[in-house]
Nanobody
């Protein structure tokens, strides 16, 4: 049973930073894409960032390029999302996700429970 457990959300002022973590367990992720989605109130869930587990290739939504950085620690089976220069429009529930395919084009097979990020103006 695959489990993705997020942590690190919270309340931050605009311009501040937060780091989200996602601890993965239950299978081998060596051929997987890991990443993050978010869903703001009244909006559809959207892709934020992805990383290939084996090589560490990263890709981002245009809205977060240059501000967010995704990374992974293979030894800890953990994926991180460093979020800098946060804006009020980044406010959302952030979900960790995993799939064997590119997360920007396919709905992931596995999801975490989500963690709230609130950016105040």
């Amino acid at each position: 049973q695959v489990q993705l457990v997020e942590s690190g959300g919270g309340l931050v002022q605009a311009g501040g930073s937060l780091r989200l973590s996602c601890a993965a367990s239950g299978r081998t992720f060596s051929n997987y894409h890991m990443g993050w989605f978010r869903q703001a109130p009244g909006k559809e869930r959207e892709f934020v960032a992805g990383i290939t587990w084996r090589v560490g290739f990263t890709y981002y939504a245009d809205s977060v390029k240059g501000r967010f950085t995704i990374s992974r620690d293979n030894a800890k089976n953990t994926v991180y999302l460093q979020m800098n220069s946060l804006k009020p429009e980044d406010t959302a529930v952030y979900y960790c996700a995993a799939d064997s395919r590119n997360l920007n084009y396919y709905s992931p097979d596995y999801w975490g429970q989500g963690t709230q990020v609130t950016v105040s103006s």
